[in-house]
């Protein structure tokens, strides 16, 4: 069973659409992150949400909007996309509390044409 | 300002020539140190943890070490298969801090 699952794998759109990808944990953890991942490998965190509720919101843009229905899920909405978004989306989640280990789905490759 | 810095961004290895991958940072409060490994096309994959100063961690041909200001990763007699990112980060308390990676390439 995977852990961490994430869909779609590829999503190639056009500027100006609005897309979706979603994810999904089965490891039973309270916190769900997105990261973003530039050509250059650098992750760097997105959003965190710790049981439903958003505790880390670093500086993206408001296109972006996460939605968390229950704790095993944690969704990530993007309106009017642009060039600048193409990348490597992770989901990620942990056990609640410093120091636990993250785990990562295996990614969304988003293009943007 | 809370930093992790990896070094070489790359390393070309011959299999069975060992090495060691450098993660440096400075963060206030440190509450684990996490070495992960990518492979082209997915999600990285925790490798190891470490907590305090001193503590050390093997698995295979990897041993993690930990001081107060950076980490090490040994690769011993490395083989084509560890071919891959591996990645550093931090956790402070309040967030995950990635360092940018090295790109580890083993030729046989």
């Known amino acids: 069973d995977t852990a961490v699952s994430q869909t779609p794998k590829y999503l190639v759109t056009q500027m100006g659409n609005d897309k979706s990808i979603k994810c999904e944990q089965n490891?039973?953890?309270?916190?769900m992150y997105w990261y973003k991942q530039d050509s250059k490998k650098f992750l760097k965190i997105m959003f965190s949400?710790?049981?439903?509720?958003?505790?880390i919101n670093e500086t993206v843009p408001n296109r972006f909007s996460p939605k968390s229905p229950d704790k095993a899920h944690l969704n990530l909405h993007i309106n009017s996309l642009e060039l600048g978004d193409s990348a490597v989306y992770f989901c990620?989640?942990?056990?609640?509390?410093?120091?636990?280990?993250?785990?990562f789905g295996e990614g969304s490759w988003l293009t943007v044409v | 300002e809370d930093q992790v810095t990896q070094s070489p961004e790359a390393l070309r290895l011959q299999e069975g020539e060992s090495s060691s991958l450098n993660c440096s940072y400075t963060?206030?409060?440190?509450?684990?140190l996490f070495w992960y490994r990518q492979d082209p096309g997915k999600g990285p994959e925790f490798l190891f943890t470490?907590?305090?100063a001193g503590e050390e961690k093997e698995k295979e041909r990897l041993k993690a070490t930990l001081t107060k200001k950076e980490s090490f990763l040994h690769i011993t007699a490395p083989k084509p298969e560890d071919s891959a990112t591996y990645l550093c980060a931090v956790h402070t308390g309040n967030q995950f801090y990635f360092g940018t990676g090295t790109s580890l390439t083993v030729i046989p």
């Open positions: 990620a989640s942990s056990r609640q509390g410093s120091g636990n280990t993250i785990y």
């Open positions: 963060v206030s409060g440190l509450r684990g």
């Open positions: 490891l039973g953890h309270d916190t």
């Open positions: 949400y710790n049981n439903k509720e958003l505790i």
């Open positions: 470490l907590y305090s």
